[in-house]
């Protein structure tokens, strides 16, 4: 379902400013544990804000789908570890380490 699908059913409702940014959490959540996902993909870099600095390119999550920094795993020499408990999930950010130069770089390739 759509952010738009939980607006209109009265589940979220419009934030003032237009952003539907921080509405997205609930659906993709939601998503998440309706087709019991062990994984799905972001774009995020850690570059972008101060919160993505400490994120991981395989950030675990908990059956809430929260976030705990105590329980990331180190990603040394580039080897990640997937492996997660019943309904935790992964969340799989390849472009993690990249910088804005490189996003540019490899789109002038």
Do not use: C, M
Request: charged content about 35%.
């Amino acid at each position: 379902a759509s952010v738009q699908d939980y607006i209109d059913r009265g589940e979220l409702k419009e934030r003032p400013d237009g952003t539907r940014n921080p509405l997205q959490t609930r659906p993709l959540t939601d998503t998440i544990q309706q087709q019991r996902f062990d994984a799905v993909f972001g774009g995020g870099r850690r570059d972008e804000e101060k919160a993505r600095a400490k994120e991981r390119v395989f950030s675990l999550r908990d059956e809430f789908s929260q976030w705990d920094p105590r329980r990331q795993r180190p990603e040394l020499w580039n080897l990640y570890n997937g492996r997660h408990l019943p309904r935790e999930h992964v969340r799989v950010f390849p472009l993690s380490n990249w910088t804005e130069l490189d996003v540019w770089q490899y789109i002038a390739r």
